[in-house]
């Protein structure tokens, strides 16, 4: 029903910057929260930041706030993730991860519904 797609993943330097973008194709699923997740080798899947299709809810994790931006485009039902003085322990696969709903349980990975493959984002010197 849907389908998401990540793109601009690739290596980087501490302190450099990057954008994610997630693309998602739907016939009639509505697309409401939006989400970005990572997951390090060896770690669990965690949440990074969301946005609510009014864009008017727009959380982040503690580990990104002040340095990443979420931001969406209904019309083209994408997402993106502006990650700037990235830092080697936000080296991880993001996911994309997308639910109808708009409110409640935004940062549980149970409660999306489709995810996207992922994209490795690796930040080394």
């Known amino acids: 029903q849907v389908k998401l797609v990540e793109s601009g993943g690739g290596l980087v330097q501490p302190g450099y910057s990057l954008s994610l973008s997630c693309a998602a194709s739907?016939?009639?699923?509505?697309?409401?929260?939006m989400a970005w997740f990572r997951q390090a080798p060896g770690k669990e899947r965690e949440f990074v930041a969301c946005i609510s299709r009014s864009t008017v809810v727009i959380e982040y994790a503690d580990s990104v706030k002040g340095r990443f931006i979420i931001s969406r485009d209904n019309a083209k039902n994408s997402m993106y993730l502006h990650m700037n003085n990235l830092k080697p322990e936000d080296t991880a696969v993001y996911y994309c991860?997308?639910?109808?709903?708009?409110?409640?349980?935004?940062?549980?990975?149970?409660?999306?519904?489709?995810w996207g493959q992922g994209t490795q984002v690796t930040v080394s010197s």
């Open positions: 739907t016939d009639s699923f509505r697309v409401g929260m």
């Open positions: 991860a997308v639910r109808s709903a708009d409110n409640s349980n935004v940062r549980l990975r149970d409660d999306y519904a489709y």
